[in-house]
Each structure stands twice: as C-alpha cells, then as structure tokens.
C-alpha cells in the first residue's frame, strides 16, 4: 500500500500528470459512456485524493483535492479488487439506499481498480453523472478496466524514472557532501592544528625550564597524534566514499632508504622500545611510496600499540622474484583465530589490554592501501609464535 504523507501523495498527483495519455483516456470515458466526469484517483486505506481528472458537469474537485473516503465508492473497489458499477442508482436494488449515491448526487458511476506491476493498490480509475447512463456493459467495463492496466503501467514506468531520478539527485548530494567533508578535513582542521604544531616545537626548541618543555614535548606528540588521525579519516572517506584510497605508482621505487626512514622516526617516538630492523629489498618495487611508507608506519604502531613493551618489534622488507614482502612482527597478548578476519574492518579495534588508542582505522587502510597495489595482507597470531602481519606487493602488473 502506498504510504500517505504529505510528499509521497504530491509525488503520486506528479506522477500522474506526466503520463500524456491520462487527459486522452479519460475525455475518451466521457465521449463513449455520456458520463461527465471522469479521473485518476489515489486511494489508500486512509484517503482519497484526486490525480487528473476531465470534469464536465462542473463538479468542482481538481488534482490534489481530496475526498472523504468512506463518502466514496471506491473503497469498495479497493477492498474487493474488481469493479463497482451503477446504471442507475436510486433504480438499483444494492445502491438506491447507498450514502454515496445521495451526498454527490449521482445516478452512473464506475470505479476500477489501478494496480501497479509489482501487485500494489495505486487507486481508481472512475467516472460518475448525475443522469442514468448504460455502462454495466461488458465492452464499457472492458474498456474501463483495459484502460486502467495501461495506466498501470505507465505510472510504473514513471514511478521507477523518478526513483532513478531521485536516486541520482542523492548520489550527486552524496558526492557535494563527500567533497566538503573532505574539504573541511584537509583544511579548515589541518590549518589551526598546523599553528599548533609549529607553537609548540618553538615553545620545545626555546623553553629552558624542564617542566616547560615536557609539556611542549607532550603538545608536539599529540598534534602529530591528531595529524594522522585526520589523515586516517581523509583516507577512510576517500575508500568508502569515493571507490577506493588513490595511489600514484611509481614503476621504480626504491623503498630501502624510504621505510628506515620511517622506523627511525617511530624509534625516535618510542625510546623506551626496542626494534630489530632487516630492510633489504634488491630492486625497485613498483608502488606509491608514501602509501608503503603510511602502510610500514601503520602496522608498526600497531605493533608498537599491541604488542609486548618488553620485547622487540621486528621489521623486515625484502623482495623475491615476483613480489616485494613487508612484514611487522610482535610478541604479546595474540588476536584470537576467531576474529582476526575482523581486523581489517574500519572502526575495529582489538578488544584486547587496556590501551584504546585512535579510530580503529589504521589496519583498515592498511588493507586498502595493499589492495591498491594489487597485493594481499595477512596476519597469523599465536601465543607461542607471535603476531606478524605480511603484505606481499607484486614487483610487475599481473604478476
């Protein structure tokens, strides 16, 4: 059953007044029964409200009027599927005694049911006169009733361009929303937190008391902290919104110098922590390297987040024959085999120890930046041998 509010009733009265062969079909009603009035209406189990209609005895109703439903025949035609038909009410044996003969006034009347393709009740196609007319004929309610399909079948065709059209006008304001997002992400934020960081990293290089520069110190870590969260958030809304995180391939990348570069700095960011660092990759790796360099910083923290403080991380890079494999290995609490598929799902984070740091959506876009590169990335954890997370990248297209 169609719903009643407000827009979905004006979008029905729309729908009907685009179908061009709606005026054609009823002035044809009105010629071949003598009947004066003829129309579309919608009915539901609530209302009745007018569609389109050819009105010659000057009844007074226009699309978007509407009608007392119990006042009206075309309930009945609604509730028994089928047609209700009058020659000559007050004559009628069913009908002389009927409310709805005596408030309109009418002696002819037929109503037949408009069912749209997928067996939902749209309403009425209907005609009613004052006078007697000869219409309980079955070439006249043939002709009502063939009528009445076809404007099934138009508006199903109409109602499903607007749907498409509705569709399109959401996905056009899905991408505006989308584009000021992303906007406001990486520029209306970055712009107050780049003050910040720059204070800050002043206040650190010229503050001479202790106490001052731990706290400039502690102000620097968490800007950066706030810096990759919004690229995190960048990247989440760039996949999910806009089919996929965008590289820039490098057919050649020499990655060595480029991933020691970025453990230096988690080294320098964890002092206390200790790391075993094996990056050797023989030749040139076709990639994005500030992608590899996000995806090495990316699984690094984790480790560095999850694992035990007490032992090292482990990072090796290297390539074989056809593939260039990066793996970030910890010792620690392991992910239980039942919800490692989940890890890589955004807005997941391991409900393992205490430590609830950032958005869930680091190993999310690691797997988005590894299947950009047309490359897998996988994790096996046990007590006994640890956690390592792999990503394999392929040296060559279609390898």
């Not at 067996?119 to 043939?142: E, Q, S, T, W």
């Not at 989440?236 to 490098?250: E, M, P, Q, T, Y």
């Not at 039942?338 to 680091?362: D, H, Y």
């Not at 299947?371 to 390898?399: D, I, N, Q």
Request: glycine share 6%; charged share 25%; with cysteine.
């Amino acid at each position: 059953m169609p719903s009643e509010s407000p827009e979905e009733i004006a979008r029905d009265i729309s729908a009907v007044a685009h179908l061009a062969a709606v005026p054609i079909l009823l002035e044809v009603l009105c010629e071949t029964t003598g009947m004066g009035f003829s129309a579309v209406a919608r009915v539901t189990d609530q209302s009745w409200t007018l569609c389109a209609v050819n009105d010659l005895i000057n009844f007074g109703l226009r699309p978007g009027g509407q009608l007392e439903l119990e006042t009206t025949l075309c309930i009945e035609a609604k509730r028994s599927r089928s047609a209700v038909v009058i020659d000559h009410a007050s004559q009628d044996p069913r009908y002389r005694n009927h409310h709805t003969p005596r408030i309109y006034k009418i002696e002819s009347y037929v109503s037949v049911p408009i069912v749209l393709g997928d067996g939902r009740y749209f309403g009425n196609l209907c005609a009613i006169d004052p006078r007697p007319a000869k219409v309980m004929d079955p070439k006249i309610i043939g002709m009502f009733q063939r009528f009445a399909s076809l404007i099934g079948l138009q508006l199903d065709s109409e109602l499903k361009h607007e749907q498409s059209e509705s569709a399109l006008r959401d996905a056009r304001a899905a991408n505006e929303l989308r584009e000021q997002f992303i906007a406001i992400l990486g520029h209306d934020l970055r712009n107050p937190l780049q003050a910040v960081t720059m204070t800050s990293a002043l206040l650190e290089a010229r503050a001479v008391d202790p106490a001052t520069k731990e706290l400039a110190t502690r102000i620097s870590t968490n800007a950066r902290r706030m810096s990759r969260l919004i690229d995190d958030i960048l990247d989440f809304a760039r996949a999910k919104l806009g089919g996929g995180i965008g590289v820039s391939i490098d057919e050649g990348a020499q990655v060595n110098a480029a991933l020691i570069e970025v453990v230096r700095e988690l080294q320098d960011g964890h002092p206390d922590r200790a790391f075993v660092v094996d990056i050797r990759a023989r030749c040139a790796v076709r990639c994005d390297i500030s992608r590899i360099q996000q995806l090495t910083s990316n699984l690094v923290g984790n480790a560095l987040t999850h694992g035990d403080p007490a032992r090292p991380v482990e990072v090796s890079a290297h390539t074989d024959a056809n593939e260039f494999v990066l793996s970030v290995f910890n010792e620690g609490e392991p992910i239980p085999e039942a919800i490692q598929a989940k890890i890589f799902e955004p807005f997941w984070r391991r409900a393992i120890g205490s430590n609830r740091e950032g958005l869930g959506l680091g190993l999310s876009i690691c797997a988005q930046i590894v299947r950009a590169h047309s490359g897998t990335l996988s994790v096996t954890s046990t007590k006994e041998s640890g956690t390592t997370f792999t990503a394999r990248l392929p040296l060559r297209t279609g390898s």
